[in-house]
């Protein structure tokens, strides 16, 4: 696969979680650890984006912090999600799924919700504005 389909893949498949999260909030049937997978998995396609637009081809792993890290190795920039509550969500993408957890709170969800919004368009602007200077 080439890596601008493969970028471009990562970044639908993460819109989708982010859409699924947010329509899955709005049902009182669905728990919020099926909500939280959805945001963790968000997170962790927009960043694998980033990495392989820039030539890098991301580890089969779910730690966002670890991928973070990949990040800032391209552009610094990426130390401002450093103590960012997406970091929690790491758990979401495994432990949430399968291990026995407290009820994950409705306000964490939401404020992981804005913190992915805010990654989203951070990982977004990085993209255009790299196309914009090569073309």
Do not use: W
Not at 29 to 45: G, N, P, R, T
Not at 80 to 103: H, K, M, N, P, Q
């Amino acid at each position: 696969m080439s890596k601008l389909l493969a970028y471009q893949m990562f970044l639908k498949k993460a819109n989708s979680d982010l859409k699924a999260s947010i329509k899955l909030m709005d049902d009182d049937e669905i728990e919020s650890e099926i909500i939280c997978f959805h945001l963790q998995q968000s997170v962790e396609k927009y960043l694998k984006a980033y990495l392989i637009f820039n030539g890098n081809q991301p580890k089969k792993i779910h730690d966002i912090g670890l991928l973070i890290h990949e990040c800032k190795k391209i552009d610094e920039e990426f130390i401002i999600f450093d103590d960012s509550i997406i970091l929690e969500l790491t758990d979401c993408g495994v432990i949430a799924r399968y291990d026995e957890l407290e009820e994950i709170d409705k306000e964490f969800i939401k404020s992981s919700l804005t913190a992915v919004l805010e990654l989203k368009l951070f990982i977004e602007n990085k993209l255009s504005k790299t196309i914009f200077e090569n073309n």
